[in-house]
């Protein structure tokens, strides 16, 4: 999430937005939860706190939907990314928010990104986030993709292009 907070971060400067982008790690060790944030604004950003009213959230790992609050504190007009495996049922969420379903984790495998037991699914995350961010065009998304991957930079940017194409609103 640290690598796509940063793409996020660059596409949005690269169309002329302040940014202000941080990860959040809790206990560090492999495995453990991590959230990163990302303010996008027109005005230069004073504010370097945590966000704790999002407009949108990103969900890379579905198994977070049980257990711990994901939606904690987001705007009633907020929508929810999720990487959620195709053809299965998603469960119970409110009904107040918009939700969105990529599979980046098969997008991720198919392009050979990471391995087929971990694949990395953070560029094609950001290619599912700039078809529902009202702020964020996918080029620019492509473009920071490029300066960021540090591998695999085409197979980076094609599963951002696939997830962009294959991210479609689902209904709680």
Do not use: W
Not at 130 to 159: F, Q
Request: proline residues 7%; hydrophobic residues 45%; charged residues 25%.
């Amino acid at each position: 999430m640290v690598v796509a907070s940063e793409v996020l971060a660059k596409a949005a400067f690269k169309m002329g937005f302040e940014v202000s982008s941080f990860p959040f790690f809790g206990v560090e060790r492999r495995g453990a939860p991590v959230t990163a944030y990302a303010r996008i604004d027109e005005h230069p950003i004073r504010n370097k706190s945590s966000i704790y009213e999002p407009d949108y959230v990103v969900v890379l790992d579905s198994s977070l939907l049980r257990g711990i609050d994901i939606l904690e504190g987001l705007k009633p007009s907020g929508k929810v990314l999720i990487n959620y495996p195709a053809g299965k049922k998603l469960p119970d969420l409110p009904q107040r928010y918009k939700y969105f379903l990529i599979d980046a984790t098969s997008i991720a495998a198919a392009h050979g990104i990471g391995s087929q037991t971990a694949p990395i699914v953070n560029t094609a995350i950001m290619g599912a986030f700039a078809k529902i961010c009202d702020k964020v065009a996918l080029e620019p998304v492509l473009e920071s993709i490029r300066e960021v991957a540090p591998v695999k930079e085409e197979e980076n940017v094609a599963a951002a292009k696939e997830a962009y194409e294959r991210t479609t609103e689902a209904t709680p």
